[in-house]
C-alpha cells in the first residue's frame, strides 16, 4: 500500500517509488500528460484499494522438496557397487598418491576388471560396466600402451573389450573455468553429458584431478564448485565418478585422507577415497622383501570411506614390467610398460601349528643354558625372546617374530618379572609364560 501524509494525501514520493508518474504544475516530467488515476477500486474491507495498477506480484517462493518420513516410509535400494568398495554409482571416488606409485596402472586394472567382469584385482566385480576413460596428462598412444602392457599380462583379448572400455585423451578441455572472473562450467562437462548418454557409460575415470580444472587449486570454494559438477553427472546419470588426484609433497602416510594436494573441500567431496604409498622399509623386513625390490610393493588404504565399513587391512599389489614386443629398426626392444598383480604379504602367524607355538613357549619359559632368561628388550642381545621363536619358526623373519612375541605379552601369555642375573649379577626384567593362557 502507498503511504499517506499528515493530511491525508497521498504524497509525491510514494507514487515516484511505486513507479507511478506524477503531474506537478512546476515540474517538468517525461510523464507530464500522463493522467492520474480519479477512482480506486473497493477491497474486502470496503475501503478503497489504492495499490496502483501494473505493480509487478509477488512471486511465490520456491519450495524444497520436502517430503514426511512417517507418511512415505520405505526401505530404499541398497547402494549399487561396482567393484569391490572402491566404486558406486552416485558417489565420488578418488585415489591419492605421489608420482611414480603405480596410481594409473592400478586404475587401469581396475577399469580392465569392470570391463570385462573379471577380478583382476582380487577384488569384487559386482557386474560388468561400460567404463568411460579420460587421461588428461597422456596422449594416445601412451593410453595404448598402458592398456596393452595390462591386456597382455592379464591375458585380455580385444574383443573382450569392444562396447565396454571407451577411451579419450583430450587436452586444453576443462570441466570448469573461469570466465569474466566467474566460475562456468567448462566445455568438458556438456561433452561428458552427451558421451555418457550416447555410450550408456557406467563408470567414469578423469585422471587427474588437477588437470579438470582451470581454477584455484588452493581455493575451497573453486575446488568444491569442480566436486559439485562431478557429484552432479553421477546422480544425475547414475554413475559412479573416478577422479584420482596427486598428493601434496613431503612423507606420505597410508590412509592419510589429508595426504590430497590441493584445497580440502576435493577430499571432503569424495565418498570412497583411497591412499597408494609404497612399501616402507619396516613393512619390507617384515615380510622379508629385499631392500632394492620393495618399491615394487604398493598398498592400497581407504582414507575416507563413509558409505562401507573402512577396511582394517591394506590391499597390497605389485608392479610388474609387460613388454610389449613392439620393437622397430630403430627401436627393436620395443617398450616395457608397468601393470599391477594382486599380492598377498605372508601372514605372521600363516600356517604356525600348535607344536611350535608351544615349542617356543616352553623354550622361554626354560630360559637359557647360562641361566639367564629372555626378554623382550630392543638390545636383549642372546637373551632376545624372539630368537626363541625363530628357533622352531625357521620360515619367519626377525620382525614376525618379534610381533608373535608382543602378541603373547597383549594376550597375557607371556608376563614380565625381576630375576637375578646370575652372569651380570644384577636384578633385570625377564619373561615367564603363563601357563593359563598358552595355547592347547
Known sequence: MLARDHSDRFTEEAFLKAGVPIAGDNQAHAHDDASMPTEYPESADGEPDYEPVGLATAQPAARLNVWDAGETWQKPPPRQWLLGNQFCRKFLSGLLAPGATGKTALRQAQY????????????????????????????????????????????????????????????????????????????????????????QIDLIGLDPFVKLHALEENDNGAMDFVCDLLVKLAIEFNVAVDAPHHTKKGLQTAGDADAGRGASSARDAGRLMYTLTRMTDAEGETFGIPAEERRLYVRLDSSKVNIAPPSGEATWFKLVGVGLENGTPDYPNGDEVQTVVPWHPPKTWEGITSAQVNAALDQIEAGLPNGQRYSDAPKAGERAAWRAVQAHCPDRTEPQCREIVRTWIRNGVLIAEDYHDPIDRKSKKSLRVNHGKRPS
Open 112 to 199: 580392465l576388471a569392470l570391463a570385462t567382469g573379471r577380478p583382476l584385482t582380487d577384488q569384487h566385480v559386482f557386474k560388468r560396466c561400460r567404463v568411460l576413460q579420460l587421461s588428461l596428462e597422456d596422449d594416445d598412444d601412451e593410453m595404448r600402451r598402458r592398456l596393452a602392457a595390462a591386456c597382455i599380462h592379464h591375458d585380455i583379448d580385444p574383443d573382450e573389450l569392444k562396447g565396454w572400455l571407451f577411451c579419450a585423451t583430450p587436452k586444453g578441455i576443462k570441466l570448469a573455468e573461469l570466465k569474466d572472473g566467474a566460475r562456468h562450467a567448462g566445455p568438458l562437462e556438456a561433452m561428458l553429458r552427451e558421451t555418457i548418454q550416447r555410450l
